[in-house]
């Protein structure tokens, strides 16, 4: 494991084999929808235009509708064995939680204060599926998990490991 400067005080972890061919271009810190990113510019002479690459699609070359997913969420850690292919689907599956109601420390589940229970519940193809409701915040956080690792596989993005 290697760490690559960048902007912003950040760095990057990449594996020891991509350090040596990754280390020669300039890396910034970029920002991007709640977390950080490696990321580097480039001017294409031909169309006199700069584009933008990150250095985990530097590090696996994905086909058009395909996405890299980092599995434990930080968008610094782009050694090998945390990427992989995702469809767009596939990679928000492993989002953190962004619910409205926010009165639960798990991902899926919230405070019910009609029933003074817990209840989990999971989006699923646009639609929200209710798991159940639970006397504990611990119990509803374990159904989601179940129910994510159902639907998503190992793209669920889990409460309790």
């Known amino acids: 494991m290697k760490f690559i ?10 594996d020891d084999a991509d350090y040596e061919w990754l280390n020669h271009y300039k890396w ?9 990113y490696a990321r580097r510019n480039i001017f294409d002479y031909e169309k006199q235009k700069t584009t933008t690459i990150s250095m985990h699609q530097m590090l696996l070359v994905v086909s058009i509708g ?45 405070l019910d204060k009609q029933y003074n229970l817990w209840r989990a519940h999971i989006k699923y193809n646009g639609k929200v599926i209710h ?10 956080a ?16 889990i409460n309790i490991a």
Request: glycine share 6%; hydrophobic share 30%; proline share 1%.
């Open 28 to 36: 910034y810190a970029s920002y991007q929808r709640g977390r950080w």
């Open 5 to 14: 400067p960048l902007t912003q005080n950040k760095y990057a972890i990449v």
């Open 142 to 157: 374990m159904a989601y998990d179940v129910k994510a690792k159902e639907l998503f596989g190992s793209f669920a993005k």
């Open 66 to 110: 395909n996405e890299v997913d980092h599995k434990d969420g930080n968008g610094l850690n782009n050694q090998r064995n945390n990427l992989r292919i995702a469809t767009r689907a596939d990679n928000q599956h492993n989002q953190r939680t962004q619910q409205r109601i926010k009165t639960s420390q798990y991902k899926g589940v919230h």
């Open 131 to 140: 798991i159940g409701r639970y006397k504990a915040e611990k119990q509803a």
